[in-house]
C-alpha cells in the first residue's frame, strides 16, 4: 500500500504571479541520524538537496515518512493514526509513523514533483517573529517525555526506563506485524 509522503519545498521562488510551479525538482528523504541527547534523543530525517529527479514521471520509494505533506488512502491514519499520548512533539513523530506504518505493509514515495509549499522562516522576512509552540513554558517537560514514548515504542531506546513514559492504548498505536 502506498503513502505519497514529502518535506515541503521552500515557497520562495517557486511560483509565478499566476501560481504556477516554476520546480522541476522535488525532495527526497534519505538520510536520518539521531539528535538531542538522552532522555529527548530521536531520530531526526535528513532530505537529500532538492534537484531534479533522476526517476521522471512516477513517484519514487523512499524509506521515510514526513508530516509535512502526507497523501494516502484513509485506512492509512485509521491503521497508523498520530499518537494522542505525544503531545508537545514536533520532530521525533515522523520517525514513529514512519516505522508503525511500514509495520502496517506501507510504502513511502515521494512525489513525481513538489507539489505543496511553504515559507520557511528562517528564509522569511515576515515569520521571524512567529512563536514556536515549545517555547510555551506552561508545558515544559512534556515533549521530552513524549519523546521518550516515540522512540520506546518503536524499540529504538531499550535503556529507557519504561516506568518513565505513557504506556496507554499500546494496542493503538503500537507496531503492527
Known sequence: MA?????????QGSLTAEGD???????????SDFEGMMPARYLRHGAQPEEAPEIKEMPQLQPFWAAGFSF??????????YDAYQPMVFQGEEIAIGIRGFTYGY????????????????KSKRRHK???FWENTKFAGTGQKSLKRAT?????????DPASWDHEEMD?????N
Do not use: Q, W
Not at 510551479?21 to 522535488?26: A, D, G, Q
Not at 494516502?72 to 493514526?81: D, E, N, T
Not at 510504502?107 to 528562517?122: G, K, L, Q, W
Not at 520506546?152 to 529507557?160: L, T
Open 3 to 11: 503513502v505519497l509522503s514529502s518535506y515541503l519545498t521552500d515557497v
Open 21 to 31: 510551479s516554476t520546480r522541476n525538482t522535488r525532495p527526497i528523504m534519505c538520510n
Open 72 to 81: 494516502s488512502r484513509g485506512h492509512f491514519k485509521l491503521r497508523v493514526p
Open 107 to 122: 510504502d513511502f514515495y515521494a512525489p513525481r514533483d513538489s507539489v505543496v509549499f511553504h515559507e520557511y522562516a528562517v
Open 130 to 132: 512567529v512563536h514556536m
Open 152 to 160: 520506546s515504542i518503536i524499540g529504538m531506546a531499550p535503556d529507557i
Open 172 to 176: 493503538r498505536y503500537g507496531l503492527g
